[in-house]
């Protein structure tokens, strides 16, 4: 087993977690310096957690989309398909795994419909539920934007755009992202690994 050839696993994971915290002190010595394939698979990795921890699923994927990585080469000739790869990912339930985080278990139930000319924002995970239900109940009703709560309600719209924003622009890559720069390469690894995500569940 591959694991059984790392010696030790947990101080490989930690200087991992601790390289994308920026963190040099790892009790162990410094992270050795890591090729431009780790510094890309590394960077791909964080950007598809999307603000959330770093998963082992994010670091797989990130392996396969690097291109000319030694990694991603390995895993091909061994037959392993990307796309099957991160079909299986989600096809699995991350609560069974060790990757599971209680941020991306309450993203995971999120959702943002538009009805008509309305864009409804669905949270689902039973902690924002009970909290929403005693607020409507202490408010006598639902809670808008208007006097003195309006102020409250502008970080949600900025966030909700931002996030909207930031999906367009993956369904809709613009020319000038494809310019071979590390930030070029790592924006269309997550759009490649993202996108028919997004359209599949849309569809």
Same mark, same amino acid.
């Given at each position: 087993m591959l694991a059984a050839r790392i010696d030790p696993v947990s101080r490989i994971r930690a200087a991992v977690l601790a390289a994308l915290e920026g963190s040099r002190d790892?009790? %162990?010595?410094?992270?050795?310096?890591?090729?431009?394939? %780790?510094?890309?698979?590394? !960077?791909?990795? !964080?950007? #598809?957690?999307?603000?959330?921890?770093?998963? !082992?699923?994010?670091?797989?994927?990130?392996? #396969? $989309? %690097?291109?000319n990585s030694m990694a991603a080469r390995v895993l091909r000739d061994l037959g392993v398909d990307p796309d099957t790869v991160a079909a299986k990912?989600?096809?699995?339930?991350?609560?069974t795994t060790a990757d599971a985080n209680p941020e991306e278990?309450? @993203? $995971? $139930?999120?959702?943002?419909? #538009?009805?008509?000319?309305?864009?409804?924002?669905?949270?689902?995970?039973?902690?924002?539920? @009970?909290?929403?239900?005693?607020?409507?109940?202490l408010a006598d009703g639902p809670v808008a934007g208007v006097g003195p709560v309006a102020g409250m309600f502008v970080p949600l719209w900025r966030s909700t755009n931002q996030l909207l924003s930031q999906i367009?622009?993956?369904?809709?890559?613009e020319p000038e992202e494809e310019d071979g720069s590390a930030a070029g390469k790592v924006a269309k690894a997550v759009r490649t690994v993202l996108a028919p995500r997004l359209r599949r569940r849309a569809g």
């Open positions: 790892l009790g %162990t010595g410094p992270w050795p310096a890591g090729t431009p394939a %780790t510094e890309d698979t590394v !960077s791909t990795a !964080s950007a #598809l957690a999307g603000g959330a921890p770093v998963g !082992s699923h994010h670091l797989l994927e990130a392996m #396969l $989309r %690097t291109e990912i989600d096809e699995l339930d991350p609560e278990a309450a @993203a $995971r $139930r999120m959702e943002i419909r #538009l009805v008509d000319d309305e864009v409804h924002l669905i949270l689902r995970d039973p902690a924002t539920v @009970a909290i929403a239900k005693r607020v409507t109940e367009q622009r993956m369904l809709e890559p």
